[in-house]
């Protein structure tokens, strides 16, 4: 009796197939493994393919049909052709796997956020994604802790909720009085019918936290939500532009981005992401050109496996060295009790993540000088944490306007210094001192 696999065990019986019939598949001008909704493979080559590689083709479809069940098409389908490998490869998540350079996984996924398809990084402005694998971290506080600060050192700086299932971040930068009439949501549910721009003019608040510089504020929702949850179960839709051309969410949102900081103008923008490996995270981290993504970490196994899942799907898509120069591990919410103590583990941890799935190797007797590598002391390694202390004060974000109006430089410096100096320097500015 054939004892059938698991999801899991697919790209390793294909690969060890491959690696068999290395010569020929080498030979080949490309090869997608095609992995459909449903987790059924097979193979797509090009049509223009020589009658005698596709008869050898099909044989190892064939022969792959049965050690894949139930993850495989029937076996005399197995083989399908296609014009090109963009062509093959349109509308999956398509990256090589390694090992092969004209070998490709093309991923159908029922979402669009695949956290695999890194864009390049914007040029214009620099944008900070604040992200964390589980809620609760203080990142919000954080984000608004933050642009208070580059405010009062005058920058302009442009802040936008993209927790759109957890609303909240715009309380603690504007007062009720304040809040636009209109937010991100609406923004994306009317622009697929061609309204974004009678909305855009009336999503953006002046803060008055601003000092020295501005704080332009776009929420997830405007002063009055309405019917939020059936908008909110909209956004994610793509934008028809045509019969055959359809503009993705992300790509809507991040037109939608660009527009905001053509009207604006800012010197940053901050990103609060929502927590967890779902499509919005991934569109916010891996979509928006961001320069810098702020990864928020307590210390226990919760956020060392989930951060383990994604470092891991980078570095299985190849996308490691894409996207490890833009990290910065933060270390949330340290405790009052035994802080360095709690540090020291968070620090060891973190390192043991990058250099497991980020950092590069270097063999015995070489210098490295070359390969992104850090030891575990050097603090301007990505996975030595900027630490946040833990305050009780700072822990309500509806509160934290009122505790922002009041509150002296001396005292952010106190529970988020390192994390400012550290976004201080990236900028390329001078650490601010009182």
Not at 15 to 33: G, P
Not at 154 to 163: E, I
Not at 166 to 173: H, I, R, V
Request: glycine letters at 8%.
């Amino acid at each position: 009796m054939t004892t059938q696999i698991t999801f899991d065990k697919i790209l390793g019986i294909v690969s060890e197939k491959l690696q068999a019939e290395h010569e020929f598949v080498q030979s080949l001008d490309w090869l997608v493994v095609n992995r459909d909704l449903n987790g059924r493979t097979r193979f797509i080559v090009p049509e223009t393919l020589a009658k005698t590689d596709h008869y050898k083709m099909a044989a190892l479809g064939r022969e792959l049909a049965g050690p894949l069940s139930p993850h495989s098409n029937p076996a005399e389908q197995m083989v399908i052709t296609d014009t090109n490998r963009d062509a093959a490869c349109k509308g999956a998540s398509a990256h090589l796997i390694t090992g092969w350079k004209n070998v490709w996984l093309a991923d159908r996924l029922a979402t669009e956020g695949d956290w695999a398809s890194i864009k390049p990084v914007n040029e214009a402005t620099k944008r900070i994604v604040f992200f964390s694998i589980k809620g609760g971290v203080g990142r919000s506080t954080a984000v608004a802790a933050t642009a208070w600060s580059l405010a009062q050192a005058g920058k302009r700086v442009l802040v936008l909720d993209l927790d759109l299932e957890s609303p909240g971040l715009s309380s603690s930068l504007l007062p009720s009085e304040k809040q636009p009439t209109y937010g991100i949501t609406d923004w994306l549910v009317e622009d697929l019918v061609d309204n974004g721009d009678h909305v855009v003019e009336n999503m953006v608040a002046t803060s008055n936290l601003s000092h020295d510089g501005e704080i332009y504020v776009v929420p997830s929702h405007g002063a009055d939500p309405g019917d939020y949850v059936s908008k909110l179960s909209r956004v994610w839709m793509p934008r028809v532009i045509s019969m055959t051309e359809r503009e993705t969410w992300s790509s809507r949102l991040r037109r939608l981005l660009d527009d905001l900081e053509a009207r604006v103008k800012p010197d940053v923008v901050l990103l609060d992401s929502r927590a967890g490996i779902d499509e919005v995270a991934g569109a916010c981290v891996t979509d928006l050109g961001a320069n810098l993504i702020l990864l928020f970490a307590l210390e226990g196994t919760q956020t060392w496996s989930g951060y383990r899942i994604l470092f891991n799907h980078w570095q299985r898509s190849g996308n490691a060295e894409t996207i490890r120069e833009r990290l910065q591990m933060v270390g949330a919410l340290i405790p009052d009790t035994e802080p360095a103590a709690y540090s020291a583990r968070l620090r060891e941890d973190s390192y043991t993540l990058f250099a497991d799935h980020l950092y590069d190797d270097i063999p015995s007797g070489q210098d490295g000088t070359e390969a992104f590598h850090f030891d575990i002391a050097d603090d301007t390694g990505p996975h030595a944490p900027w630490p946040i202390r833990w305050h009780r004060g700072m822990t309500g974000v509806r509160s934290l306007h009122g505790r922002l109006m009041d509150i002296d430089r001396n005292e952010v410096d106190g529970i988020f210094g390192a994390l400012i100096r550290g976004v201080n320097t990236w900028m390329g500015e001078e650490p601010q001192h009182e």
